[in-house]
Nanobody
Framework: QVQVVESGGGTVQPGGSLTLSCTTS????????MGWFRQAPGKEREFVAT???????SYSDSVRGRFTSSRDNAKNTLYLQMNALQSGDTAVYYC????????????????????WGQGTQVTVSS
């Protein structure tokens, strides 16, 4: 069974930065396309970023230019560097792994991901 664990959440002021990390265990990290999603209070879970097994990322319009997703397969770790944070970025952030997207694939759809972490809270507040 693959386990996914996020870390790095916290509280930051508007305009600040934060880096989230995500690790997997119980499988081979380099075989997974990975994704970041978030869910704010009272809202549905939404796509944030995705990255292929070959380290090719894609972003939602709301975070493009501010967030950067990368992966280090040697460390079994996915990162989400978040800059210029806004109050609208406040949410629980989830990391997810897909076993079905193939070497160059990635997806913005939650249904394409097989394994999910428990989430890490990011709060942007002054």
């Amino acid at each position: 069974q693959v386990q996914v664990v996020e870390s790095g959440g916290g509280t930051v002021q508007p305009g600040g930065s934060l880096t989230l990390s995500c690790t997997t265990s119980g499988g081979t990290f380099s075989n997974y396309a990975m994704g970041w999603f978030r869910q704010a209070p009272g809202k549905e879970r939404e796509f944030v970023a995705t990255i292929s097994r070959t380290n090719n990322p894609s972003y939602s319009d709301s975070v493009r230019g501010r967030f950067t997703s990368s992966r280090d397969n040697a460390k079994n770790t996915l990162y989400l560097q978040m800059n210029a944070l806004q109050s609208g970025d406040t949410a629980v952030y989830y990391c997810a792994a897909s076993t079905t997207l193939g070497l160059f694939g990635f997806s913005r759809l939650a249904r394409d991901y097989d394994y999910w972490g428990q989430g890490t809270q990011v709060t942007v507040s002054s």
